[in-house]
C-alpha cells in the first residue's frame, strides 16, 4: 500500500471519528432535553395532583366533586397534548439533526472514495479496471442503500405528525366534553 492511500485511509478514519462524535454529541443533547422535559411535566404533575386533590378534599358534597372532576379533566387533557407536541418536537428535531449530519458526511465520503477508486483505475495494473468497477458497484449500492435510509426517516417523521395531528383532534372532543360536563354541573 502506497503512502498516499495510508494518508487517504487515515483521512477516511479521522472523518469517521468526527462523524460519530457529532451523532453522539447530538444523541447526549437530546437525552438531557428529553430529560428536562419529562423532570418538568413530572413536576407540574405532582404539584397539580396535590392541588387537585386539596381542592377534591374540600369539597362539601358529590355534586361539588363532580364539578370539580369535570372541571379537572380538561387542564389535564392540554397538558398531556402539550407534554405530547413537546416530545414530538424535540425527536423531529433530533431527527433533522442526525440526518443533516448524515447526509452532510455521507455526501464527503462519496465524493473521497469516488477520488480514490479513480486514482486507484488510473495507477492500476492489468485487471485493476475489475478491482475499481467492483468499488464503483459497491459505492452505488451503498449510495442507494444511503438514499432509502434518508427516505424511510421521512415517512417515520411523517407518520408521527399524522398521529400528532390525530391525537389533537381526537383531545379536542374530550376537552369539550369536559367543559360541557362542567357548565351542566354549574347550572345545577
Known sequence: MSNPNLEQLTAAQKANAEVM????RTA??????LTALNMAASREFFNATV?????????????????LNSELAQPNVEKLMEYSR????????????????????Y???QKNAASAVEKAKASAPVGGDVFAATMQSMLGASTKAFDQMT???????????????????AAAPAKSSATAAARKSAAK
Open 21 to 24: 462524535t457529532a451523532l453522539m
Open 28 to 33: 447526549f443533547n437530546g437525552l438531557e432535553r
Open 51 to 67: 392541588a387537585n386533590t386539596q381542592q377534591l378534599l374540600a369539597a362539601k358534597d358529590a355534586n361539588a366533586v363532580a364539578k
Open 86 to 105: 413537546s416530545v414530538y418536537d424535540l425527536v423531529s428535531e433530533m431527527q433533522k439533526e442526525v440526518t443533516s449530519v448524515m447526509e452532510s458526511q
Open 107 to 109: 455526501s464527503s465520503f
Open 151 to 169: 427516505s424511510m426517516a421521512k415517512q417515520l417523521s411523517d407518520i408521527a405528525e399524522a398521529n400528532m395531528q390525530v391525537a389533537t383532534k
